[in-house]
Antibody, heavy 120, light 110 residues
Framework: QVQLVESGGGLVKPGGSLRLSCAASGFTFSDYYMTWIRQAPGKGLEWVSYISSSGSTIYYSDSVKGRFTISRDNAKNSLYLQMNSLRAEDTAVYYC?????????????WGQGTLVTVSS | EIVLTQSPGTLSLSPGERATLSCRASQSVSSSYLAWYQQKPGQAPRLLIYASSNRATGIPDRFSGSGSGTDFTLTISRLEPEDFAVYYCQQYGSSPPMCTFGQGTKLEIK
């Protein structure tokens, strides 16, 4: 069965960096786009970034552009999010999701999330 | 950037009743790229509906989606206790090719 497991969250000071990972299993990872979504405490969902199956196409939300970098290692079935220059407003649960695009785009499987807290 | 506005913010209904949730886009959205998700407290979101009206795998047929252009609707025909949750609509844009979510509708027990 499809499984996505995020890791790497934690407490970091403003201006600091953190690298999130998402380990995928149960499907052919290299066939799928992947997406990061975040949810601030008590708030709604916010799309962060996606990466194409080969890694050649990447997009970011305006709120993280220039600070966050999405990447993937298809040999390791892993997705990453390098987060630099972190701000208090980046505090959120970060989810990775499989981004299925077969003419009907949707996020069909989600991980359980990892909490990132940016505070001094 | 396309903005999705969901209404109402909170919907109070009883089990057995019909729920109608709305998602309005600031400009036309492709029906192929409009999805709905359910999120319960402490859990990750779950895909319910994709391409405006297609139920995801394992989703009961009391859930249905409809709409086109700028107006989309999620309907739950007869509410079960486990349906009380927060629901989000989501779209994939083409220019720019970014995703956006609505702010969510909380469905609570009356």
């Amino acid at each position: 069965q499809v499984q996505l497991v995020e890791s790497g969250g934690g407490l970091v000071k403003p201006g600091g960096s953190l690298r999130l990972s998402c380990a995928a299993s149960g499907f052919t990872f290299s066939d799928y786009y992947m997406t990061w979504i975040r949810q601030a405490p008590g708030k709604g969902l916010e799309w962060v970034s996606y990466i194409s199956s080969s890694g050649s196409t990447i997009y970011y939300s305006d709120s993280v552009k220039g600070r966050f970098t999405i990447s993937r290692d298809n040999a390791k079935n892993s997705l990453y999010l390098q987060m630099n220059s972190l701000r208090a407003e980046d505090t959120a649960v970060y989810y990775c999701a499989r981004d299925r695009r077969d003419g009907y785009n949707r996020l069909d499987y989600w991980g359980q999330g990892t909490l990132v807290t940016v505070s001094s | 950037e396309i903005v999705l506005t969901q209404s109402p913010g909170t919907l109070s209904l009883s089990p057995g009743e019909r729920a109608t949730l709305s998602c309005r886009a600031s400009q036309s959205v492709s029906s192929s790229y409009l999805a709905w998700y359910q999120q319960k407290p402490g859990q990750a979101p779950r895909l319910l509906i994709y391409a405006s009206s297609n139920r995801a795998t394992g989703i009961p047929d009391r859930f249905s989606g409809s709409g086109s252009g700028t107006d989309f609707t999620l309907t739950i025909s007869r509410l079960e206790p486990e349906d009380f949750a927060v629901y989000y609509c989501q779209q994939y844009g083409s220019s720019p090719p970014m995703c956006t979510f609505g702010q969510g509708t909380k469905l609570e027990i009356k």
